[in-house]
């Protein structure tokens, strides 16, 4: 059948290729030079298994900037347009989703829209009230960057927001084109799976900041935080996974997800959503604390990037300490291969890693590499394991 996916960012764009396996994928985007890339199979994205399976695979896949072309036909339309939280209306911005739904709406054509991109509580309810419609649903998407496909291939789960016919058909279509047995198919309403979305990132973003104020708690008392992890890992019901420390959690979810969940929680008691959105800028206040225990006159930010094979630093932690030793007037410079610019938030930016190096008092560095370990006496990072 054909499926249209609007937006090819890492959700639009790892479905539109798990899809296009078996099925006629068109996919929208508004940016010419993604569409451009697309039709030559070069990805847009930094993903192995997306940049792969373009240059690879037999994919009935093409991007157009034509939405009528995108959608005419389709049985479903996915969208997958980007979504920010908006911190002053303490709200997502939905309104790239709501002009997709608008699009659809004025063709007057027999389709189901799939909303894939992350929505309040409620949103889905919401859409069918004001527009006066009836197709579209909620299916959330569980991806990690850097490994969307490859999550897509091999699902921890695939939740469908209504029990129905065309429910079960769109499970289905992304169950047939993964590489995993046995995949789990839940069927929910979409205000549930809407739910179900923000409280998954909420407890991963939990994860994060209890291991990393367990590292706080071990360097400034001067602990080994590796043995206590490890220690506390060890119970099964802990587990020995996500638990390695960071400058904070950033990305394209985990931010924004936790403030519209707590955003969702007017009028219901809580203190532990809260907590965990401040425990966020309690990390990087004391990063910043810890590096201006050094007196540096230059500190060198060792990649924006937030995670290892990933060319993401939107809403990266380490853009949040650099604010804050902006503000302490530190120089700040950057060492990041893939900016163009020479300048990023008004910082100098470096492309040679031994200019960079050898100007800098201390590197600071969320994630560490071979590249910075001959100048170890300068790293200050709270990486143990060298994984994400």
Same mark, same amino acid.
């Not at 659809?104 to 027999?110: A, F, G, Q, R």
């Not at 367990?214 to 060890?234: C, F, P, R």
């Not at 959690?249 to 907590?275: F, R, S, W």
């Given at each position: ?291 201006? /225990? ?6 060198? %930010? @060792?990649?924006? &990037?937030? #995670?290892? +094979?990933?060319? !993401? ?12 030793? /902006? ?6 410079? %950057? @060492?990041?291969? &893939?900016? #163009?610019? +020479?300048?990023? !938030? ?26 910075? #370990? ?15």
């Amino acid at each position: 059948m054909k499926i249209a996916v609007a937006g090819t960012g890492y959700v639009g764009l790892s479905l539109a290729t798990l899809l296009s396996q078996k099925n006629e994928v068109v996919a929208l985007d508004i940016i010419p030079e993604k569409v451009e890339m697309i039709n030559k199979k070069i990805s847009p994205i930094k993903d192995k298994e997306i940049e792969e399976y373009l240059q690879t695979k037999n994919l009935n896949l093409r991007a157009t900037l034509d939405y009528k072309d995108a959608f005419e036909g389709a049985q479903y339309i996915v969208i997958s347009t980007p979504t920010n939280y908006d911190d002053v209306n303490h709200y997502f911005d939905t309104s790239s989703v709501e002009d997709i739904i608008k699009k659809v709406i004025s063709m007057k054509i027999d389709t189901t829209m799939v909303v894939k991109s992350t929505i309040p509580v409620g949103f889905i309810e919401n859409m069918k009230q004001k527009y006066n419609i009836d197709n579209i649903l909620f299916s959330p998407e569980f991806l990690r960057e850097g490994q969307a496909l490859y999550d897509n291939l091999y699902p921890s789960r695939i939740i469908v927001g209504e029990k129905s016919k065309r429910a079960e058909i769109f499970a289905n279509l992304l169950k047939d084109c993964c590489l995993k047995q046995d995949v789990i198919i839940k069927y929910m309403n979409s205000t549930e799976a809407e739910a179900v979305k923000l409280f998954a990132n909420t407890y991963l973003a939990l994860r994060v900041s209890y291991f990393n104020e367990l590292d706080t708690y071990a360097e400034l008392n001067e602990l080994n935080t590796k043995d206590i992890i490890e220690g506390v890992g060890l119970d099964p019901r802990i587990g020995m996974h996500y638990n390695n420390p960071s400058f904070g959690y950033g990305g394209y979810c985990l931010p924004k997800d936790t403030k519209q969940l707590l955003a969702n929680y007017n009028k219901v008691p809580q203190n532990l959503i809260e907590a965990i959105v401040k425990s966020n800028d309690t990390r990087k206040d004391h990063i910043t604390n810890m590096i201006m /225990k050094r007196n540096p006159k230059v500190v060198g %930010i @060792y990649r924006l &990037t937030m #995670k290892t +094979n990933s060319d !993401n630093f939107r809403c990266s932690a380490i853009q949040g300490i650099i604010e804050r030793l /902006k503000n302490k007037n530190v120089e700040i410079v %950057i @060492y990041e291969p &893939t900016l #163009k610019e +020479n300048i990023f !938030n008004e910082c100098k930016v470096i492309k040679d890693f031994n200019e960079f190096k050898n100007i800098v008092d201390v590197i600071l560095a969320n994630r560490i590499d071979e590249n910075i #370990k001959e100048v170890q006496d300068k790293v200050y990072t709270r990486d143990l394991y060298s994984k994400d």
